[in-house]
């Protein structure tokens, strides 16, 4: 028996959140990502043109924001907020929005949302084939005023910098506002490991390890104690 499947539309004037959602999208089989929207301007004639059952949306856009978007539609899809302020979420309930998730979004809460879009639905498996990080995948991070597309397969690692994060790639660096949590999110299930509150490797770039430390070429960087367990259990045991 085959599954039905859920078109789904994301809303987010941010380029990096999109890719979150996208990824979690492809990771359950019954949903299917329908198209992305930049702005709320573009949401309405692509509901005329598309079939959508869920769509995803922020709330501070640019021009109209997303409750705005949502007070304007007759007969809206299931609606799921994405945003990172909190304020907003008793007007978005006064609208029957389905759920508010607040960024970064965990995937075990995104699945929660999309089970109270489809509650009749039974997800036969969270664990898909993970997205890798092949030749063509990249993500774009606003950094100097403009926005940089980073392929994936040339990151060497990625350092907390408080605020901001700096991503280590085989050319010059790039740093950009954005939480480890966040950012970790978006990244492939397999090609990277957090090893530190501080440091996320790419797996490929590891060269050697010990119990304390990574080793990437020249570079050196520590394991941290709450990581250590997970690292080492997936990592080759070391002997001595």
């Known amino acids: 028996m085959s599954l039905p499947v859920y078109n789904c539309l994301i809303v987010d004037d941010e380029p990096p959140a999109r890719e979150v959602l996208k990824r979690y999208i492809q990771k359950l089989p019954m949903l299917h990502l329908a198209g992305e929207c930049g702005n709320a301007l573009q949401v309405i004639p692509f509901l005329h043109a ?34 990172a302020f909190a304020e907003h979420a008793l007007e978005s309930y006064e609208l029957q929005a389905t759920d508010y998730l607040l960024k970064p979004i965990k995937f075990e809460r995104f699945v929660k949302a999309v089970n109270r879009a489809i509650p009749q ?14 030749e063509d ?9 403009k926005m940089v597309k980073v392929m994936l397969k ?8 408080k605020d ?14 954005y939480s480890m949590a966040a950012l970790e999110a978006m990244l492939p299930a397999t090609g990277f ?18 119990n304390t430390h990574v080793q990437l ?8 104690k709450m990581y250590q367990h997970e690292i080492l259990k997936n990592l080759p045991n070391i002997s001595g």
């Open 193 to 210: 490991l957090r090893i530190h509150r501080s440091f996320i490797i790419a797996v490929k770039k590891l060269s050697a390890y010990t």
């Open 164 to 177: 901001y994060v700096k991503i280590i790639t085989s050319g010059e660096p790039v740093i950009t506002k």
């Open 137 to 145: 995948n990249f993500l774009y991070f606003r950094a100097d005023r």
């Open 121 to 134: 639905q039974v997800f036969p498996s969270l664990t898909p084939e993970p997205l890798l990080a092949t």
């Open 50 to 83: 598309h079939p959508v059952d869920i769509l995803f949306l922020d709330i501070r856009m640019p021009q109209l924001n997303g409750i705005e978007l949502v007070s304007t539609l007759v007969n809206p899809p299931k609606i799921i907020f994405t945003t």
């Open 154 to 161: 040339d990151v060497l690692y990625i350092e907390s910098l």
């Open 217 to 224: 070429g020249t570079i050196e960087l520590p394991i941290g």
